[in-house]
T-cell receptor, first 111, second 116 residues
Framework: QQQVKQSPQSLIVQKGGISIINCAYE??????FPWYQQFPGKGPALLIA?????SEKKEGRFTISFNKSAKQFSLHIMDSQPGDSATYFC??????????FGSGTQLTVLP | NAGVTQTPKFRVLKTGQSMTLLCAQD?????MYWYRQDPGMGLRLIHY???????AKGEVPDGYNVSRLKKQNFLLGLESAAPSQTSVYFC???????????????FGPGTRLTVT
């Protein structure tokens, strides 16, 4: 049973464009929502994260938008660059600080 | 600091063989985790530990065992490997920070396991 649903599975954008990845969750007990970035052959690395009492978090070109009532959150990458090409995972933290991950989005930014 | 390291990087097993994957971290983190990553399924938690000498089951624990005898090490064992356990295995660790603060899990580079 997938508790965090992520879409799209893959995304292709032009350099300079905006990349948007969406996630939805069911468990209202989740209390922390991170996004991880993974390059081929590497482990995931934390990119940005948000708490549910905040509607938006921005770090450089990366922004999380959070809609608590809809139980949805999204990652926006502004001015997308070829170096942003990677797989992105949303996640949600539950009990014992366990993370439940979405299925991942493979982003390709064309030069 | 090396961060989180995993041994081995690659392994091919035959059905029924056993093996142990080793995870080590040098950041003095309390929490450690084992995940498997399969195409289209993200990362799924196998087992985790909240401190030395403790272990607990995650989402997909069947067919795996773990041990945390030392704080810096977390071992994942496969007693009788099956083709369904072909996957990339990631270990992660995190500090025990109070409250709802930034809670980052630091991942190792992964072990690619193939069971034939």
């Amino acid at each position: 049973q997938q508790q965090v649903k992520q879409s799209p599975q893959s995304l292709i954008v032009q350099k300079g464009g905006i990349s948007i990845i969406n996630c939805a969750y069911e468990n209202t007990a989740f209390d922390y929502f991170p996004w991880y970035q993974q390059f081929p052959g590497k482990g995931p690395a934390l990119l940005i994260a948000i708490r549910p009492d905040v509607s938006e978090k921005k770090e450089g070109r990366f922004t999380i938008s959070f809609n608590k009532s809809a139980k949805q959150f999204s990652l926006h990458i502004m001015d997308s660059q070829p170096g942003d090409s990677a797989t992105y995972f949303c996640a949600a933290r539950g009990s014992a600080r366990q993370l439940t991950f979405g299925s991942g989005t493979q982003l390709t930014v064309l030069p | 600091n090396a961060g989180v390291t995993q041994t081995p990087k690659f392994r091919v097993l035959k059905t029924g063989q056993s093996m142990t994957l080793l995870c080590a971290q040098d950041m003095n983190h309390e929490y450690m985790y084992w995940y498997r990553q399969d195409p289209g399924m993200g990362l799924r938690l196998i087992h985790y530990s909240v401190g030395e000498g403790t272990t607990a089951k995650g989402e997909v624990p069947d067919g795996y065992n773990v041990s945390r005898l030392k704080k810096q090490n977390f071992l994942l064992g496969l007693e009788s490997a099956a083709p369904s356990q072909t996957s990339v295995y990631f270990c992660a660790s995190s500090p025990n920070l109070p409250g709802q603060g930034r809670h980052e899990q630091y991942f190792g580079p992964g072990t690619r396991l193939t069971v034939t």
